[in-house]
């Protein structure tokens, strides 16, 4: 069986501007977990950190977009950030001196029984141990 997994917004935006030379790469895992190959997920922050960088690469229609179709899928799975959850992430950045963009989506794999996450950000959650940090680009 599959396990669920993070997918970073960094490999999403990857997977979305052909001029990257993170394209291929990333679009091979998006497209993963299009065909249920994985069992990926994302998070409101995940959201907006795509749609904001998407929005600056592209345009803000495009963005908009993109980030709706993630939305839509029926393979991509997508959690809400609650109150409690930026509660928890605060508490995370601080005890492990991490952005909070990066505790929150910590916080929320751990509400979700997560483990692991495709990023190409290895630094900020490398200082949390319990987490498998798969870079799919390097």
Do not use: W
């Not at 909070?100 to 900020?124: F, R």
């Amino acid at each position: 069986m599959v396990e669920l997994s993070f997918i970073d917004s960094n490999i999403i935006v990857f997977a979305n501007v052909k001029n990257f030379p993170e394209y291929e790469k990333a679009v091979g895992i998006l497209e993963m977990g299009l065909k249920g190959q994985l069992k990926l997920c994302f998070n409101t922050i995940i959201a907006l950190e795509t749609h904001y960088k998407l929005s600056k690469l592209i345009n803000i229609e495009e963005a908009n977009y993109r980030v709706e179709t993630l939305f839509k899928s029926m393979r991509i799975i997508y959690f809400d950030v609650l109150m409690s959850t930026l509660q928890k992430g605060f508490s995370i950045a601080k005890k492990n001196s991490i952005r909070t963009n990066d505790a929150v989506i910590l916080a929320s794999m751990y509400e979700n029984g997560i483990s692991k996450i495709y990023t190409d950000n290895e630094t900020d959650f490398q200082k949390v141990k319990d987490i498998e940090i798969i870079n799919p680009i390097r």
